[in-house]
């Protein structure tokens, strides 16, 4: 992929990218990967960026996000080894017309590093994961804190905490994802207090971003004329544009509070009627409402034309349940994990060879497949600390691209505000399948989180002001966020359309004194028939009235914006999505 080409195959090449993304996406294939480098001074690399920092490693290499829609590949990468050498680039970047991105592992639909199809013309990305990777555990502190830099995989830094005793709440299931990426974008778990649960001092129900205690992060001095590392701490007013921060900063080491481990249970249901779990309010049986009220953590995984979905129900546990299996390590739904031929086959055929009317059974076949792997792997019990059963997705699973929204309303509403959805999405699934349209073939995906209440980390603490999981000031009683992803097969045809109507819907649905609605940054939003991230009302109207209603004008968007490029006025870490979105 990385090799030189002779003029004249550039536009096979182009090609060739883009079928193996594809397929790469969907499981079929794997060989498009971002491994291979080509060092700076060698053949094929191109001419190298003029007085770049000599002593830090600078080479070609693959840039490709998680469902393989975003693939380039040759870009100027360097490997810094300390906040310095981050530092040093950046300020050779703002004298030499260079942008700076950080990159992590890349598992991100959004092109907020870089655009999908587009080049990468003066732009050098910062592989944090080489060497800015330090944790520290100050056990003493009360709660306990966590120092890291930001280059650190989420797997290893719960896996530190874990051996300090120490764990989370919630956070993102996959574990190939850097702590500075889960903070950018505001990741999340799945978690509101159980109906008798007390919360534990160091955490948070919210997102990761509300544990930050202090950050530092390379910062425009206008008295030097240089970018410098500045901490900011949680009191702070500015920290809050950092918090959540979309890409338009670069933060290079935290601080987070941390609490106690817990044990926790996680069973899986597969024999629950959607029509049951995702009743209207008010209904009694098994519905959402009622396993939030008994253990405050789910997930249901919906997959399209099947009759039950896969719900996890995770329950603070502190003693092994008799029938529940002990487990000691993440991931452990290995028939998740990789893509059995039956699987690959289906995906051969609807995607590349557009047998669109097979979509009915490949979600039946997916739910097949996790209905029997939960059995023989005797999975459907399982009892171990947090981290184990909170991480469960290996990169080697199914790619798909997704669509992702936080619903911010009220408790009590939570049980409604999920059946008018289900509602309205089964409603167009059932339309588009009248005229022989299948345009998602991905499952749904439910979880249920608090918001980022700033008192969790501490008095006089500073509100993320970019979180999809902000609180509304003058709204207190809406307390919960409810995240909905429609996932779907990269190339799957009339998807955007679909999603289009989707986040319409949900626009004007939640809405007034009921609830409200933001992006999940991470995710695809701004939608038109075409495309995501394209739809000028919503990037230039909606999400900004969406993160500014209800909040004093110290809080609003705009503020976030003045202080970001502040501290950025060359718009060093932007991107052509950023440069609209936060102009």
């Keep these: 992929m990385t090799q030189h080409h002779p003029t004249g195959a550039a536009t096979p090449r182009r090609a060739f990218i883009a079928d193996m993304a594809r397929l790469a996406a969907a499981g079929v294939v794997s060989g498009w990967t971002p491994i291979g480098q080509i060092a700076a001074h060698a053949q094929g690399a191109g001419a190298t960026p003029p007085g770049f920092p000599s002593g830090i490693a600078l080479y070609r290499q693959a840039f490709q996000n998680w469902s393989g829609e975003i693939a380039v590949a040759n870009v100027w990468t360097a490997a810094p080894a300390t906040p310095a050498d981050v530092v040093a680039i950046v300020n050779w970047a703002r004298v030499s017309g260079y942008r700076v991105r950080p990159r992590g592992h890349m598992h991100n639909w959004s092109p907020l ?11 050098v990305l910062l592989d944090m994961t080489k060497s800015l990777t330090k944790v520290g555990v100050d056990g003493a502190s009360r709660p306990a804190r966590v120092t890291a830099q930001t280059g650190v995989s989420m797997e290893s830094l719960l896996a530190t905490l874990e051996a300090h005793g120490l764990g989370v709440t919630a956070c993102p299931a996959p574990g190939d994802i850097t702590l500075g990426g889960a903070l950018a974008i505001g990741a999340h778990g799945t978690a509101i207090p159980a109906a008798r649960e007390a919360p534990l001092a160091g955490r948070t129900y919210g997102s990761l971003s509300n544990l930050v205690l202090s950050l530092t992060a390379v910062v425009f001095d206008a008295g030097t004329q240089q970018y410098v590392l500045r901490t900011f701490t949680r009191s702070d007013p500015e920290i809050g544009a950092f918090l959540v921060h979309i890409g338009r900063a670069l933060i ?9 481990n817990q044990r926790l249970r996680c069973q899986s249901f597969v024999d629950i009627p959607a029509s049951e779990l995702f009743a209207a309010g008010g209904s009694r049986g098994r519905t959402v409402a009622s396993f939030l009220d008994q253990s405050g953590r789910i997930e249901a995984i919906w997959f399209p034309f099947t009759h039950c979905p896969w719900l996890k129900v995770w329950t603070v546990q502190p003693v092994k349940p008799p029938f529940s299996r002990a487990v000691s390590k993440p991931f452990n739904y290995p028939f998740s994990d990789s893509i059995s031929q039956p699987l690959s086959d ?18 039946q076949t997916q739910m097949s497949i996790v209905s029997t792997g939960l059995a023989l792997t005797l999975s459907c019990d399982l009892w171990g600390w947090s ?9 080697s699973t199914l790619r798909v691209t997704a669509n992702g929204y936080a619903v911010i309303t009220r408790r009590a509403d939570v049980q409604r505000a999920i059946s008018e959805f289900v509602q309205f999405y089964q409603n167009r699934v059932d339309v588009y399948r ?48 409810i995240y909905f992803d429609i996932l779907t097969m990269p190339g799957t045809r009339g998807a955007n359309r679909f999603y289009r109507e989707i ?15 933001r992006p999940e940054w991470s995710k695809g939003w701004a939608y038109t028939d075409a495309a995501a991230w394209q739809d000028a009302g919503v990037i230039d109207a909606a999400i900004p009235a969406l993160f500014s209603e209800g909040q004093a004008p110290a809080g609003r968007w705009d503020a976030a914006r003045t202080i970001l490029n502040k501290y950025d006025p060359q718009r060093i870490f932007s991107s052509p999505l950023l440069d609209r979105l936060l102009r």
């Design 113 to 123: 590093t870089l655009e999908p199809g587009g080049a990468a013309q003066q732009v």
């Design 252 to 260: 290079v080491e935290v601080t987070l509070e941390a609490g106690a």
């Design 346 to 363: 289906l995906v051969k055929r609807i995607i590349t060879r557009g047998e669109c009317h097979l979509t009915p059974l490949f979600g």
């Design 387 to 395: 981290r184990n059963l909170l991480q469960y997705i290996r990169p």
């Design 434 to 481: 009248g005229r022989g349209e299948y345009p998602m073939n991905g499952p749904v995906e439910i979880r249920v989180t608090g918001l980022d209440q700033p008192a969790d980390a501490g008095n006089g603490a500073a509100v993320p002001l970019l979180s999809p999981l902000r609180p509304r000031a003058d709204r207190p009683d809406w307390d919960v966020a």
């Design 503 to 517: 986040e319409q819907w949900m626009l004007s649905n939640y809405a007034g004194s009921y609830a409200t609605v």
